[in-house]
């Protein structure tokens, strides 16, 4: 472990950068209950400081380092959940400091959360149940917490209120966002694995709670968005 962590902190060579991640991955993976609390803690900072140190630069020069280390990430949020069933830290806390950085900075921690998100949903194979409680207790914890995040930041882009330094950060701030909040919607309320044939994967159950939805700006703001995308001209990424 340390000597992965080692080279992510000495090298700047992608393939090596990659191995490392790659590496940590497997070793946390399958060894996840040998590996002292503290080890884990300290990787997880180490991964959080490192993206906010180095991930602005490799966002614009190697991007799929960003995925595989934002992914590491997830997996030691989501093995930490499943071994105490108890918010006892929210991972939503910690990337708060890339929300009230650069522009860069919060496309990476939308980034986590959109991973995040989607490593959380619920998993079959051997510890189904486990997995469905850690899945249920996101959803109840974090889940609302990252949304209202999504919508915020929607919002902001829709009234012209975030300065970007180009527009092309601002499509890629945009595109992500859309991301994160589609995965909030998406996400499996009902703490289940529907079959594929399923006529409810169509379905978005969303928790009575979520009021947020039920405010008359929300449709506004996705029908404004999508029609400036279709906007003759407009220099908007497909």
Known sequence: ??????????????????????????????CWAQIPETQKEETK????????KCGPDMLH???????HFVRLLSQLVKFGLLDTLSPRSTITDQVGQF??????????????LTTLTQEMQTS????FAKYRRAAILFRDTSLPVIFQIAIKTLRQLHLGTISVSSQQEEYRLLRQVLQLTLSCMAYDFMGTVPDETS???????????????REEY???????????CLTPNSSMPD
Not at 61 to 67: H, I, K, R
Not at 99 to 112: K, M, N, Q, V
Request: charge should be negative.
């Open 124 to 127: 079959t194979g051997l510890y």
């Open 61 to 67: 020069s190697a991007p799929y380092l960003v995925g």
């Open 45 to 52: 900072t180490f991964l959080l400081n490192y993206l906010y």
């Open 218 to 228: 929300i449709p506004i703001i996705f029908f404004d968005m999508y029609a400036r």
């Open 199 to 213: 006529e409810e994967q169509s379905t978005v159950m969303i928790p009575h709670s979520w009021s947020i939805l």
């Open 99 to 112: 929300l009230s950085a650069s522009t860069p900075h919060w496309i990476i921690g939308l980034i986590i």
């Open 1 to 30: 472990c340390w000597v992965c962590l080692a080279l992510l902190a000495q090298s700047t060579n992608p393939h090596a950068l990659m191995f490392a991640a790659t590496g940590l991955s497997k070793l946390f993976t399958s």
